[in-house]
């Protein structure tokens, strides 16, 4: 929202020599984000100019460049040799005999840019000329300014090469641009500023003159019908509880704007257009009630407003004809033939335009969330809709209204019907009960009882010290119509500590209380993600949402869980509105992402949350806030929420280990999957077992390996992805995967590892080969040979397997090397051969091994 210091002078008293830093920061000391100051650091020459002619090149770069002869008057014409300026312009929507802006050499344009002549593109250029936002009353870059489009034609029929620019634009005046939060949308308007303004100065008695203090009329039985029908309010919330409208006819078409409100409009980022559009677009930055001009000629006799009925649409101003929703709320003739989309744009067959002699003007009062929600809808945000959207003051269309009437009277012509239409529905604010102690108590600051009474009765509320409840510490305040967002204590604590002065809250640098620390969960889901990146896997956050097709390009069976996924009820995409039950679900995603561009190896992994329905869930309650909700309650809301355990996911493909002069490189294949969930429960102290599972998607089924605890307990599942699940994903061949659970993790490590001590004795090393079936698990021969080889057994490692001459068709060659170690002496050969020998004995007792 854009301010000018001598439209907030209006408003508000300014202290001679007042510049716009000065008010900028007096608005952020109450709050108020300051975005921007404008003009007052423009040096002219800044003038009219008049394009006369132009050559058109295009470039070697493809862009068209315009040589230009500008008349910009004795300002600029190089009197020696009588010719005018000569100026080259990348833009094209300009004409010959145009009006534009010109800067010339010795000029400064905001930014402290200094305009001197300069060769470019070939061609000394004399000046430039600007763009909306070179000249900083707007923002628009994508052509230069044309001032007939800009002010009209009515507006510079009076003007001639030559003349300033500065003081016709009104760019030699400081205009605050400020950030306006969605709570205070009282402040979309110079009043709303000027009163926040009026604070930051301390509220001095006289020193805020509210512009919205008008006499309006009551309303009567001669005014046009209006009839309000919202049969279908959203959320309870009626659409429009106020509408009022006034007419005014023998209007004089012909008449401009005044030159002060074209340059106010100007200054506040807003082209003029005709007098009753500019009427309605100034006082609504004056008071902040948007207003809606409608030519009475093209009305039928009545408006109605309604909620939208399927398959209707409307052509709205900006020539875009828009499919509406039974949400829009619409203003209509009669009902029937559409005028405007309420609160967000008007329709294009009621427009206001060059012949209009008689006028409506509307100032209603719509629902804000309605507004919002048609303004996403329809992808139109407008200066109303901003407006509406935040809250508009419900008691203030009356007295936009006779402004904007008092306006088009003065500067138009013609005259007032007599009929006032005001169908006023609101509701006045409610008094709380407000406990002035409690501004302190929230804030930490001394506030008296005085202090808060004063800040709140500046702000424009009512306070009754002397109403049902009120006593020595409890006042009844009734906040003013213009602040919605005023509604407890804690709302007026902060008003209090706001208007008082953040500055005045001392900085106390809180003292620390002695923490208990992590967690166990905490520090076992750190070890994992430590140990998981020091083996080479690259940590990513994917988005929790997935395809509906996603289960069955993983294969999963019917009837696998994993299927089971919660639908969100409002996605942020339509593609993906399901909640992921794997996190390889979502990794693959991301996987995908980095092989598309450009990164052939790569490995990721991800630590997260899945959600696993397991069967149809409840409906939460809403609880209540003012107390902890009971034992039935917090039962209902936990079955209304699926379980989500917490996973980790490994997602790898292309070369693991990269060739180079050490040798040739290695492709990631299945064991290293196994290798990187061994390597987390290494670090963690938690003993796995690794066995074959040749039926679990998305794994290919001889790639696959499952993952538990000794007891039974699952852990996860790692290999390589099925072939046609990686044809399906459009994955690289041979993407190796794993998924593991966390919590089981977590909950096998609770105990703490007693440590050993480490023996001195040198170690005894012996290999032995089995002879076994192929169907027997290698896990299963390891498992037989630690249970034989006794306490003195310290490590059993797979070195070697074979399988081809000299072994058995259907059997297979197992390598083992098996160290042992005592601790409180060296063993001898015999004592080593009999711990080997009891090895081999009882794997061959659990798995039929032959010692080869």
């Not at 001669?222 to 049969?231: A, I, K, M, Q, W």
């Not at 949400?327 to 206001?352: F, K, P, Q, R, Y």
């Amino acid at each position: 929202m854009r301010m000018p210091l001598r439209w907030l002078a209006e408003y508000t008293d300014l202290a001679p020599g007042t510049s716009g830093a000065d008010v900028a920061a007096a608005l952020v000391s109450v709050g108020i984000e300051e975005e921007d100051l404008h003009g007052g650091d423009i040096s002219g020459p800044l003038v009219v100019g008049r394009v006369l002619e132009f050559e058109e090149q295009v470039q070697k770069n493809g862009k068209p460049i315009r040589y230009c002869l500008v008349d910009v008057g004795e300002n600029g014409q190089m009197l020696t040799e009588g010719k005018h300026q000569e100026i080259v312009c990348g833009a094209q929507n300009f004409e010959v005999g145009d009006l534009v802006v010109v800067v010339l050499p010795g000029a400064t344009l905001p930014g402290g840019f200094q305009i001197s002549a300069r060769k470019t593109y070939g061609r000394v250029s004399n000046g430039m000329i600007c763009a909306e936002d070179e000249i900083g009353i707007g923002h628009d870059h994508d052509g230069i300014i044309v001032l007939t489009r800009l002010l009209g034609e009515e507006a510079c029929a009076d003007l001639k090469p030559g003349d300033d620019v500065i003081a016709l634009l009104g760019l030699g005046e400081e205009t605050i641009e400020a950030n306006v939060t969605p709570d205070r949308g009282y402040c979309f308007s110079v009043r709303g500023l000027a009163r926040e303004y009026w604070h930051s100065q301390g509220s001095p008695e006289g020193g805020f003159r509210d512009p919205a203090l008008v006499e309006a009329p009551a309303a009567n039985d001669r005014g046009y019908t209006v009839r309000v029908e919202d049969g279908s309010p959203i959320d309870g919330v009626a659409g429009c509880d106020r509408y009022v409208a006034r007419i005014i006819r023998g209007i004089d078409p012909t008449r401009p704007s005044p030159g002060w409100m074209q340059q106010r409009l100007t200054q506040m980022g807003m082209r003029p257009i005709s007098l009753a559009v500019d009427v309605t677009n100034y006082v609504m930055l004056a008071v902040g009630q948007p207003l809606h001009a409608f030519d009475v000629d093209k009305l039928s006799g009545s408006i109605v407003v309604r909620r939208a009925r399927a398959g209707e649409t409307l052509t709205t101003l900006d020539d875009v004809e828009r499919r509406l929703s039974p949400e829009d709320l619409l203003i209509t003739d009669g009902g029937e033939h559409l005028l405007a989309i309420a609160g967000v744009m008007g329709g294009a067959s009621s427009e206001v335009d060059a012949s209009t002699t008689s006028v409506l003007v509307e100032a209603a009062h719509f629902d804000s969330t309605s507004i919002a929600r048609t303004s996403r809808r329809h992808k139109l945000v407008t200066e109303a809709s901003k407006r509406f959207e935040r809250g508009v003051d419900p008691k203030l269309a009356a007295a936009a209204a006779q402004l904007a009437v008092d306006l088009l009277v003065e500067h138009g012509g013609g005259t007032v019907d007599d009929g006032v239409t005001d169908d006023d529905r609101t509701t006045d604010r409610t008094a709380y009960l407000l406990d002035v102690t409690e501004p302190s108590r929230i804030v930490g600051l001394d506030y008296s009882r005085e202090r808060v009474v004063t800040i709140l009765r500046d702000l424009g509320c009512i306070v009754d010290e002397s109403g049902e409840g009120a006593d020595e510490t409890h006042v009844l305040v009734t906040p003013p119509s213009w602040r919605p967002d005023l509604v407890d204590g804690p709302d007026y604590a902060e008003e209090v500590a706001r208007i008082d002065g953040y500055n005045n809250i001392p900085s106390v640098t809180p003292t620390p209380v002695e923490g208990q620390g992590l967690t166990h969960g905490q520090k076992t889901r750190r070890v994992v993600a430590d140990a998981l990146a020091g083996a080479g896997f690259t940590e990513v956050l994917t988005y929790p949402f997935v395809a509906e097709s996603l289960a069955d390009e993983l294969m999963l069976p019917a009837d696998d869980d994993r299927r089971h996924a919660v639908r969100v009820a409002n996605p942020l995409s339509e593609e993906r509105p399901l909640l992921r039950t794997s996190i390889i679900a979502s990794l693959v995603d991301a996987l995908r992402r980095n092989v598309s561009r450009g990164h052939k190896d790569v490995a990721l992994f991800e630590l997260g949350l899945v959600f696993r329905p397991g069967g149809p869930l409840g409906r939460a309650p809403i609880p209540s806030v003012l107390q902890r909700p009971d034992a039935d309650t917090l039962e209902q809301l936990y079955a209304a929420v699926p379980d989500q355990p917490r996973r980790a996911g490994l997602l790898a493909t292309g070369l693991i280990e990269r060739a180079g002069w050490w040798g040739p490189g290695r492709a990631a294949d299945w064991s290293d999957a196994v290798a990187a969930v061994r390597t987390v429960a290494t670090a963690l102290a938690v003993d796995l077992v690794v066995a074959n599972d040749p039926g679990h998607a998305p794994w290919h089924p001889g790639r696959c390996a499952r993952l538990s605890l000794p007891d039974g307990t699952l852990v996860g599942h790692a290999g390589e992805l099925h072939p046609k699940v990686l044809a399906a994903l459009d994955l690289p061949p041979r993407t190796v995967a794993t998924e593991f659970d966390v919590d089981v993790l977590v909950a096998a490590s609770a105990e703490p590892v007693q440590a050993r001590p480490f023996s001195t004795f040198p170690p005894a090393l012996t290999d032995i080969a089995l002879l076994v079936s192929s169907d027997v698990a290698a896990a299963d021969v390891e498992a037989a040979l630690r249970s034989g080889a006794g306490e003195a057994l310290e490590a059993v490692v797979l070195f070697d397997v074979y399988e081809g001459e000299r072994v058995e068709a259907g059997h297979r060659s197992l390598a083992y090397r098996l160290t042992f170690r005592a601790a409180d002496r060296t063993l001898t050969t015999d004592e080593v051969n009999g711990f080997r020998d009891a090895a081999v004995a009882a794997a061959a007792a659990a798995t039929g091994a032959v010692q080869r």
